[in-house]
């Protein structure tokens, strides 16, 4: 077995053979279930419900009254049971609006149609009052009918840092209550007019070479960001694990003794194999966590396995650009304090990708998208969502990525390798831009 | 520049900013041999030793190492215990030793059994499956020192190997040092105690500020008729020494102890000042002060660098 081999199987087995590598490996997925399972329970149960006065001025002297018999209705046991069976025809985000209405406890307080606004105001902000005092809704004249044809609506008014739910609520109740008088002044019927005006949403079929499938909503935005997810956790762990044991070799001053044995490049080779290989049992169990997930429930065929491909390739690409000049930064360093602010700026280009995200993903060929899969080391990150994108580049530009990608390793482990070659050796004050520059001119 | 020596330095300089670490180092090292490399703090032995073992690249000037024209050719065949010594912490002893073997390319045959014996060897035994970090420093340095020598290097090179030990573990790595001379090896150590050079080394080589300044075998340095001093205790407690004083090859006389110490000019011979001194005044005892190695450092540390080796030794003796 040559050198290399030998130090990457011992930072292999140094890092991976450990009770932090095991917990951390099991705490992602464990800290994601628990949030999946409890999380929304405990949003359920602990959620205090909103307590308070509502004061409503109804210049229409149409919408009040509605709202009265909105509030009485909804507190029914009859009512819940209408927005559960809502809930189960399809309609779950309108109901769950309606049952955070149902879910408060809250006093009508009824204004006079030609009630002072201003008046009211002070209303809501008038000492330390109990019940709270929650929200001023003013009902437009024109609310209901209007001369000109255009409809008015209503103002809200609330004190400073109010509950967001607050204003859900009220705008669902007025909403409701405005629509039945609308309906009723024009002599409709609003059960029917809401039958006419409901469309239920379908799910759609996806349709290949392989047959018909149920289209998984969302799959288009989770894939590559699972993807791009795996590929940033892979170049963390490895990148992280370079930095810490480089200058854990540092300070405890053994690096002289390997550089006895070896040349520093086959030290630095050596690590970049070993954590290689850490991150790729990492995502190798996490990717097959996800595939047996997707078999377990017959998605499997939604996933194209060439994503995986390109996964390995720019993993590599991100590990040998970024884990090379993390290694560079725990060179040059004597403790993990001093490696904090060189790791900072690598760091930041690391979670990058977090923030393209969304926008990468909104306008996958847009010209941010283009410009970020070009641009080393975040290329990789910006191919691999597009990749993962329902619209993804074509091969000319994947490659033309990869080559670019490629360059950069050479540069980055070029200039990582002379920082490194000078910088294991120096103790002392850690250097400044000056002297990196230095370095590279020296080495 | 591919030679028979050990090791085969030419005008080795190394820069660091405007200092001048090694400056035009020229050595060399007979296969076989068991040099001392002694010099002040800061003289430039570590930085010299570090370019032996290619761990730093000379700016100038030719180096060989084991016939090779770079230790990255030989690595394999040298062994290397640091000045800034370290351990894998988190590493158990044997794996530690087992790794460093492997690195150094021993066959896995026989490994487990060489590893175990060393760990004996040094009184150690017992201590294999604890962790680096639970020993105490004397232990981490014998650990550290078998590291350096598990392969059977030819080439064994040791900086300030006998730092931080206590008189047993100083006294069994004088033994370590020995046997691997005995068994043929050339070993280069460097080391800031001077009795220790004095007693283990054919050679001594000193560099001061970069520059060597001594380049001799140890009997040569501490030769008796280089002598420049004598001591000598008179025969009555209270005797008068003036007229010691006055002979002509007489420099100093200084009461020493009991005793008197007597500095002698440039060119005296020292038989004929012992006659001459004995013919002055009856004394009880009277002998060539010899010089030892700390006389030599001291005199060339504290002198100008710049100034010849012989020259050096002949100020060390008058300082002395």
């Given at each position: 077995?040559s050198?290399?081999l030998?130090?990457?199987?011992?930072?292999?087995?140094?890092?991976?053979?450990?009770?932090g590598?095991?917990?951390?490996?099991?705490?992602?997925?464990?800290?994601?279930?628990?949030?999946?399972?409890?999380?929304?329970?405990?949003?359920?149960?602990?959620?205090?419900?909103?307590?308070?006065?509502?004061?409503?001025?109804?210049?229409?002297?149409?919408?009040?009254?509605?709202?009265?018999?909105a509030?009485?209705?909804?507190?029914?046991?009859?009512?819940?049971?209408?927005?559960?069976?809502?809930?189960?025809?399809?309609?779950?985000?309108?109901?769950?609006?309606?049952?955070?209405?149902?879910?408060?406890?809250?006093t009508?307080?009824?204004?006079?149609?030609?009630?002072?606004?201003?008046?009211?105001?002070?209303?809501?902000?008038?000492?330390?009052?109990?019940?709270?005092?929650?929200?001023?809704?003013?009902?437009?004249?024109?609310?209901?009918?209007?001369?000109?044809?255009?409809?008015?609506?209503?103002?809200?008014?609330?004190?400073?840092?109010?509950?967001?739910?607050t204003?859900?609520?009220?705008?669902?109740?007025?909403r409701?209550?405005?629509?039945?008088a609308?309906?009723?002044?024009?002599?409709?019927?609003?059960?029917?007019?809401?039958?006419?005006?409901?469309?239920?949403?379908?799910?759609?079929?996806?349709?290949?070479?392989g047959?018909e499938?149920?289209?998984?909503?969302?799959?288009?935005?989770?894939?590559?960001?699972?993807?791009?997810?795996?590929?940033?956790?892979?170049?963390?762990?490895?990148?992280?694990?370079?930095?810490?044991?480089?200058?854990?070799?540092?300070?405890?001053?053994?690096?002289?003794?390997?550089?006895?044995?070896?040349?520093?490049?086959?030290?630095?080779?050596?690590?970049?194999?070993?954590?290689?290989?850490?991150?790729?049992?990492?995502?190798?169990?996490?990717?097959?966590l996800?595939?047996?997930?997707?078999?377990?429930?017959?998605?499997?065929?939604?996933?194209?396995?060439?994503?995986?491909?390109?996964?390995?390739?720019?993993?590599?690409?991100?590990?040998f650009?970024?884990?090379?000049?993390?290694?560079?930064?725990?060179?040059?360093?004597?403790?993990?304090?001093?490696?904090?602010?060189?790791?900072?700026?690598?760091?930041?280009?690391?979670?990058?990708?977090?923030?393209?995200w969304?926008p990468?993903?909104?306008?996958?060929?847009?010209?941010?998208?283009y410009?970020?899969?070009?641009?080393p080391?975040?290329?990789?990150?910006?191919m691999?969502?597009?990749?993962?994108?329902?619209?993804?580049?074509?091969?000319?530009?994947?490659?033309?990525?990869?080559?670019?990608?490629?360059?950069?390793?050479?540069?980055?482990?070029?200039?990582?390798?002379?920082?490194?070659?000078?910088?294991?050796?120096?103790?002392?004050?850690?250097?400044?831009?000056?002297t990196?520059?230095?370095?590279?001119?020296?080495? | 520049?591919?030679?028979?020596?050990?090791?085969?330095?030419?005008?080795?300089?190394?820069?660091?900013?405007?200092?001048?670490?090694?400056?035009?180092?020229?050595?060399?090292?007979?296969?076989?041999?068991?040099?001392?490399?002694?010099?002040?703090?800061?003289?430039?032995?570590?930085?010299?030793?570090?370019?032996?073992?290619?761990?730093?690249?000379?700016?100038?000037?030719?180096?060989?190492?084991?016939?090779?024209?770079?230790?990255?050719?030989?690595?394999?065949?040298?062994?290397?215990?640091?000045?800034?010594?370290g351990l894998?912490?988190?590493?158990?002893?044997?794996?530690?030793?087992?790794?460093?073997?492997?690195?150094?390319?021993?066959?896995?045959?026989?490994?487990?059994?060489?590893?175990?014996?060393?760990?004996?060897?040094?009184?150690?035994?017992?201590?294999?499956?604890?962790?680096?970090?639970?020993?105490?420093?004397?232990?981490?340095?014998?650990?550290q020192?078998?590291?350096?020598?598990?392969?059977?290097?030819?080439?064994?090179?040791?900086?300030?190997?006998?730092?931080?030990?206590?008189?047993?573990?100083?006294?069994?790595?004088?033994?370590?040092?020995?046997?691997?001379?005995?068994?043929?090896?050339?070993?280069?150590?460097?080391?800031?105690?001077?009795?220790?050079?004095?007693?283990?080394?054919?050679?001594?080589?000193?560099?001061?500020?970069?520059?060597?300044?001594?380049?001799?075998?140890?009997?040569?340095?501490?030769?008796?008729?280089?002598?420049?001093?004598?001591?000598?205790d008179?025969?009555?407690?209270?005797a008068d020494?003036?007229?010691?004083?006055?002979?002509?090859?007489?420099?100093?006389?200084?009461?020493?102890?009991?005793?008197?110490?007597?500095?002698?000019?440039?060119?005296?011979?020292?038989?004929?000042?012992?006659?001459?001194?004995?013919a002055?005044?009856?004394?009880?005892?009277?002998?060539?002060?010899?010089?030892?190695?700390?006389?030599?450092?001291?005199?060339?540390?504290?002198?100008?660098?710049?100034?010849?080796?012989?020259?050096?030794?002949?100020?060390?003796?008058?300082?002395?």
């Open positions: 077995m050198k290399v030998r130090i990457a199987a011992r930072e292999f087995a140094a890092t991976v053979f450990t009770k590598f095991v917990v951390g490996l099991l705490i992602v997925p464990v800290v994601g279930g628990l949030v999946a399972i409890i999380g929304p329970r405990l949003v359920d149960d602990r959620a205090p419900a909103v307590e308070g006065e509502i004061a409503i001025v109804d210049r229409t002297d149409a919408v009040l009254p509605r709202v009265r018999d509030m009485a209705a909804r507190s029914s046991p009859a009512a819940v049971t209408e927005l559960v069976e809502r809930a189960r025809a399809g309609g779950a985000a309108d109901a769950l609006v309606e049952m955070l209405g149902a879910t408060t406890e809250l009508l307080i009824e204004r006079s149609s030609s009630a002072d606004v201003e008046q009211e105001k002070r209303w809501l902000t008038e000492g330390d009052s109990t019940p709270r005092r929650l929200a001023l809704a003013v009902v437009h004249e024109n609310a209901v009918e209007s001369a000109s044809g255009e409809l008015g609506s209503y103002d809200l008014y609330v004190p400073s840092r109010q509950d967001a739910r204003e859900v609520i009220v705008h669902s109740l007025l409701e209550a405005i629509l039945d609308r309906a009723a002044a024009r002599g409709l019927d609003r059960a029917e007019l809401s039958r006419v005006l409901t469309v239920p949403r379908v799910r759609s079929v996806s349709v290949g070479d047959g499938s149920d289209t998984v909503f969302g799959l288009n935005m989770i894939v590559p960001m699972v993807f791009m997810g795996l590929l940033m956790m892979g170049v963390m762990f490895a990148g992280q694990g370079m930095l810490t044991t480089t200058v854990e070799e540092k300070s405890n001053r053994v690096v002289e003794v390997l550089l006895s044995a070896v040349s520093p490049m086959q030290l630095m080779g050596g690590k970049l194999l070993g954590h290689m290989a850490v991150a790729f049992l990492a995502m190798g169990l996490y990717l097959g996800g595939l047996a997930v997707l078999a377990a429930f017959s998605l499997f065929g939604l996933l194209d396995l060439k994503l995986i491909l390109y996964l390995v390739i720019f993993f590599l690409i991100a590990l650009t970024l884990g090379s000049l993390m290694m560079a930064a725990g060179s040059a360093v004597n403790d993990m304090r001093e490696a904090q602010a060189l790791q900072a700026p690598l760091i930041m280009l690391m979670i990058l990708p977090i923030i393209l969304m990468i993903l909104r306008e996958p060929n847009g010209t941010l998208a410009v970020v899969s070009f641009v080391p975040v290329n990789t990150f910006g691999l969502l597009r990749l993962g994108s329902s619209s993804p580049p074509p091969a000319w530009e994947v490659w033309l990525s990869i080559a670019i990608g490629v360059a950069g390793v050479f540069g980055a482990v070029w200039v990582a390798a002379k920082v490194f070659r000078i910088g294991i050796l120096m103790f002392g004050r850690p250097p400044d831009l000056r990196l520059v230095r370095w590279l001119r020296a080495a | 520049m591919r030679t028979t020596a050990a090791i085969d330095l030419e005008g080795v300089t190394k820069t660091f900013g405007s200092l001048k670490a090694v400056d035009a180092l020229d050595l060399t090292i007979p296969r076989g041999a068991l040099y001392g490399f002694i010099g002040p703090n800061g003289a430039g032995k570590t930085t010299a030793i570090r370019m032996i073992m290619s761990i730093l690249l000379p700016d100038l000037g030719r180096l060989s190492v084991l016939g090779h024209a770079s230790a990255l050719e030989a690595k394999d065949r040298i062994g290397y215990l640091p000045e800034e010594r894998y912490r988190k590493m158990k002893v044997a794996p530690y030793l087992t790794f460093v073997a492997r690195l150094k390319g021993v066959p896995e045959r026989g490994l487990r059994e060489r590893v175990h014996s060393a760990i004996e060897r040094v009184g150690l035994k017992g201590v294999e499956s604890k962790r680096c970090e639970e020993l105490s420093k004397g232990m981490s340095q014998k650990i020192i078998l590291a350096a020598l598990i392969h059977e290097p030819d080439l064994l090179i040791l900086d300030e190997p006998f730092s931080g030990l206590d008189p047993v573990s100083t006294r069994l790595l004088k033994d370590m040092i020995l046997a691997e001379h005995r068994r043929g090896a050339t070993v280069l150590f460097s080391t800031h105690v001077m009795p220790q050079a004095e007693e283990l080394c054919d050679h001594v080589v000193m560099i001061h500020r970069g520059r060597k300044v001594l380049d001799d075998p140890v009997n040569a340095i501490l030769r008796p008729q280089d002598a420049c001093a004598l001591t000598f008179p025969l009555e407690p209270h020494v003036s007229r010691v004083r006055a002979l002509p090859e007489v420099a100093s006389c200084a009461a020493v102890g009991g005793g008197y110490e007597v500095a002698l000019r440039d060119g005296a011979d020292p038989a004929r000042a012992i006659q001459s001194v004995v002055a005044l009856p004394v009880a005892r009277i002998e060539l002060k010899r010089p030892t190695l700390e006389d030599v450092f001291v005199g060339i540390a504290a002198g100008d660098a710049a100034v010849s080796p012989p020259e050096q030794r002949r100020a060390a003796g008058a300082a002395a």
